[in-house]
């Protein structure tokens, strides 16, 4: 286990600052007191998903799969019962330990079967992406930089800014598009910074409302339409957008900044118009009815939506920003692994975790049951279930969050997944 940090994107100088990063909702529960069976695919689920069962005819099955990247074999039985997991779920394990707990899986994931797969990364268009956002733009700089791709190779990386403020850059695992200082002011208007409990405010924006300049189903067709043009195609996909209206721009983004900025240290709005409304999107794709997630999980990084596979921010006059990595084609096999039950991977991490975290009380908050991509350091990766658990430390008294992942197939915890 280890506690959450920020994330995002470095751009020192004439490229901004750093992108910081909020916890996605993932949920947890426990054993024994859980509530009545069933689950919740939660806010974000707008699409279709689509069951294990249903792989070989919309995955494109290849035949024999490589299997676990652990090389065990899992026995697999049929016929079995439907699979299930709780809504949610109230326990005291110990003095360090307990459960206050939301499970949330997908409707469609009912069989409890995860189909062997692959991935392999799309490779988004460079000129595409750079004539789409740039096509009318004076190009002000250019910057060149060595970067190791996803085999760890090192390509050449390269960074654009233009001369009314925009930046683009196109790594070789990552395409980012941003109106500088515009990008700034939302991002303390909207702070997706959950490593910070007192300035972090996304929940205060609205996951259903809808905007007057455009509606959430129109910024998904638009958005989806952009990633066509640079050649990325995601298929099915869980979405959400978090509206940023101006009434709650103008809350939020001066009580962040009463928080404590020193005048004239960053560069701030306060007050907004109509024309300043946005949504701020996430995109993750849906592999056998389960959300992917393609996020590090390592010392330094933590499953959360400032990694997912595309995000950004939509308004009137068009994107703000937009990052897009790590979208997958699925090489999904023949062979399944049957996951544990549910009631099982919760004694898995009561046996781990009942003396709390260094000793510290830990409350188990929310888990969600994802595909976890782990990379095999070809320029590839396998898919396998995860539960990406979320919980509360009492040790500070502020709340501190820290996150933990369990393979949802042998139980043990994962503490990486970058090959």
């Known amino acids: 286990m280890r ?46 998903e689509i069951s294990a069962e249903e792989a070989a005819g919309t995955e494109g099955y290849s035949g024999e799969a490589k299997g676990s990247t652990e090389g065990e074999a899992y026995e697999v039985s049929t016929g079995k019962a439907e699979w299930e997991t709780p809504l949610s779920c109230t326990e005291k394990v110990s003095d360090k330990l307990s459960f206050d707990a939301e499970v949330i899986t997908a409707d469609s994931f009912r069989s409890g079967m995860f189909y062997q797969t692959e991935g392999h990364y799309q490779e988004y268009d460079a000129d595409a992406f750079l004539e789409l956002f740039f096509a009318d733009k004076t190009i002000e700089d250019r910057y060149t930089y060595e970067m190791s791709d996803r085999s760890g190779e090192e390509r050449e990386g390269y960074a654009y800014l233009s001369e009314d403020g925009c930046q683009i850059c196109l790594y070789p695992t990552d395409a980012v598009y941003s109106v500088t200082s515009e990008q700034d002011y939302y991002f303390y208007g909207f702070c997706d910074i959950i490593g910070n409990q007192t300035m972090y405010n996304a929940d205060q924006y609205s996951l259903t409302k809808e905007l007057s300049f455009m509606t959430r189903e129109e910024v998904k067709r638009k958005v989806l339409e952009t990633l066509e043009q640079t050649g990325i195609y995601p298929g099915n996909i869980i979405y959400q957008a978090y509206a940023l209206d101006v009434p709650t721009l103008c809350e939020e983004s001066q009580r962040v900044y009463e928080w404590g900025f020193q005048e004239g240290e960053v560069d701030f709005r306060t007050e907004w118009e109509a024309g300043q409304e946005a949504y701020e999107f996430s995109f993750w794709q849906i592999c056998q009815g389960l959300p992917v997630w393609t996020a590090e999980i390592g010392p330094l990084c933590t499953a959360d939506e400032s990694q997912a596979p595309v995000r950004g921010i939509y308004r009137k006059d068009g994107f703000v920003s937009l990052t897009v ?94 090959g």
């Not at 090489?331 to 544990?340: H, I, S, V």
């Not at 509360?392 to 997944?417: C, H, K, P, R």
């Open 3 to 48: 506690k959450n940090r920020n994330s995002g994107y470095d751009m020192s100088g004439n490229f901004g600052r750093s992108v910081l990063a909020c916890l996605c909702a993932a949920g947890m529960c426990l054993l024994a007191g859980c509530g009545e069976k069933g689950s919740s695919a939660g806010e974000m689920t707008e699409n279709a």
């Open 325 to 418: 990595t790590d979208i997958l084609d699925f090489e999904t096999g023949k062979e399944y692994d049957e996951l544990l039950p549910f009631e099982e991977i919760v004694d898995r991490i009561s046996e781990q975790y009942t003396d709390g975290v260094d000793g510290e009380e830990i409350v188990i908050k929310e888990m969600r049951l994802c595909a976890l991509t782990f990379r095999d350091g070809e320029g590839g990766c396998d898919l396998r279930p995860v539960w990406i658990c979320i919980g509360e430390l009492a040790w500070d008294g502020d709340g501190s969050l820290v996150q933990m992942t369990f393979d949802a197939v042998i139980g043990e915890e994962v503490y990486g997944n970058m």
